[in-house]
């Protein structure tokens, strides 16, 4: 059993609008998952929710525009040093508007356990990329 991560020590997912950097597989935890995603200026995720998932993000790098609702109405600047709580089953994405790459922590809590349907990262890559249309074979993964 692991009890010390690395966040120099990931695995690389390459999506069409972001970098998400694995730091701890859901697989080797009870509720938790943690990495760091990496947006380029322009790139944003797709307006998103997680109905059995609380999120805490850690600015690390960079200035980005949290949107948070339906239609993403409600609108906050982020930066460096700044925690985002985002409730289970409350529509978000972080819109890297500025011109230098934004990069956050992202640890996920599953409500009660972790998710049966997706009991580790690569099955829920799969789930993300059948949701958006996306094909899990050309999502870059690398050590």
Same mark, same amino acid.
């Given at each position: 059993?692991?009890?010390?991560?690395?966040?120099?020590?990931?695995?690389?997912?390459?999506?069409?609008?972001?970098?998400?950097?694995?730091?701890?597989?859901?697989?080797?935890?009870?509720?938790?998952?943690?990495?760091?995603?990496?947006?380029?200026?322009?790139?944003?995720?797709?307006?998103?929710?997680?109905?059995?998932?609380? %999120?805490?993000?850690?600015?690390?790098?960079?200035?980005?525009?949290?949107?948070?609702?339906?239609?993403?109405?409600?609108?906050?600047?982020?930066?460096?040093?700044?925690?985002?709580?985002?409730?289970?089953?409350?529509?978000?994405?972080?819109?890297?508007?500025?011109?230098?790459?934004?990069?956050?922590?992202?640890?996920?809590?599953?409500?009660?356990?972790?998710?049966?349907?997706?009991?580790?990262?690569?099955?829920?890559?799969?789930?993300?990329?059948?949701? %958006?249309?996306?094909?899990?074979?050309?999502?870059?993964? %690398?050590?």
């Amino acid at each position: 059993m692991r009890y010390v991560f690395s966040i120099t020590d990931t695995v690389r997912y390459r999506f069409p609008t972001h970098v998400n950097e694995l730091v701890l597989d859901r697989s080797e935890s009870t509720v938790t998952e943690v990495f760091i995603v990496v947006l380029e200026p322009g790139e944003a995720p797709p307006l998103h929710k997680h109905p059995d998932t609380e %999120q805490v993000f850690y600015i690390l790098e960079g200035e980005a525009e949290l949107r948070i609702g339906p239609g993403a109405a409600e609108r906050f600047r982020v930066k460096p040093g700044d925690v985002v709580r985002i409730p289970p089953d409350t529509w978000h994405m972080i819109d890297n508007d500025g011109r230098v790459p934004v990069r956050y922590v992202s640890i996920d809590a599953f409500l009660g356990a972790r998710p049966t349907d997706e009991p580790t990262w690569d099955d829920h890559v799969r789930g993300v990329c059948a949701a %958006q249309g996306w094909d899990f074979a050309s999502i870059k993964r %690398q050590k």
